[in-house]
């Protein structure tokens, strides 16, 4: 981080009396700061196309560094108690961010397994979410926050997660999606960097959904808990707590059937 940077970071994250509020480090911070070049860096499709998804102009907290897609799935994890519910359950967590963790492991669930295809660190065990290795019914909640449009093969991911959910299990699905798209896009085309920067959003996605994405996920055996941040967060304000209001709360449940 050059000095400049930091310079912004600090006088954004340590002055006193900030009016935003970090619900992961739980400090006021003057500003949230930008991703990128913020709005100005967002792809024009990816904003003619209504992609719900991170807000790139109040992205990164500036004492903890939390995205805010980790500020938003904490507030839902906590309005909908289902972080409350997590104690002595068996979790299984896709790509765990680190601040998000902490707050997952104070739960005290009976344990706790983050995983990742290519793991950065020793903590985080290695699991192909295409080819699990666990036992079927194992786990109580599988969190995949933002993990589905980096997948090879999302019905296949899908049919995974719930195998492994024990009856009446949970899923928390967080990916991002067009509103306007009817179908998920998605084209062996669309190869490299560059490319899938334009069409999806960003270099290592592999699709864009579309708004059917909610339906698809119930087609998989799941059924529908999503609600609205309007629904589940009436009274925060998204611009103090930094998080995009058009983003639901990706929760589905495991079917009977």
């Known amino acids: 981080m050059n000095l400049l940077k930091m310079a912004r970071y600090a006088l954004a994250g340590w002055l006193p009396f900030g009016r935003r509020h970090c619900v992961i480090c739980g400090h006021a911070v003057w500003r949230f700061m930008p991703f990128g070049r913020g709005w100005a860096g ?18 990164e907290c500036p004492r903890c ?20 519910d997590m104690h002595g359950k068996l ?5 765990p961010e680190k601040r998000l963790s902490k707050w997952i492991r104070a739960a005290e669930p009976a344990e706790y397994v983050p995983c990742d295809l290519y793991p950065q660190s020793p903590e985080v065990q290695r699991v192909d979410m295409l080819a699990m290795d666990f036992a079927a019914e194992m786990f109580d ?5 933002h993990v589905l449009e980096h997948v090879g093969d999302v019905d296949k991911a899908l049919a995974e997660i719930r195998r492994v959910l024990k009856p009446a299990g949970c ?6 999606y067009s509103s306007k798209l009817c179908k998920t896009w998605e084209d062996p085309g669309v190869d ?12 290592d996605h592999v699709r864009l959904f579309g708004r059917h994405i909610f339906g698809s996920i119930e087609s998989a055996g799941f059924d529908s808990k999503v609600q609205t941040h309007a629904q589940l967060l009436p009274d925060v304000d998204a611009r103090s707590y930094g998080v995009n209001p058009a983003e639901p709360f990706f929760l589905f449940q495991k079917s009977d059937g």
């Open 42 to 59: 967002v792809p024009p499709l990816m904003i003619a196309l209504k992609v719900v998804g991170s807000d790139p102009e109040h992205f």
């Open 65 to 84: 560094g939390a995205h805010d897609r980790e500020r938003h799935l904490l507030l839902y994890l906590r309005a909908s108690k289902l972080l409350d």
């Open 91 to 95: 979790i299984l967590h896709f790509a």
């Open 141 to 145: 909640v599988v969190i995949a926050n």
């Open 171 to 176: 899923a928390i699905l967080q990916t991002p």
């Open 192 to 203: 490299t960097e560059s490319a899938r920067l334009q069409a999806y959003g960003q270099e």
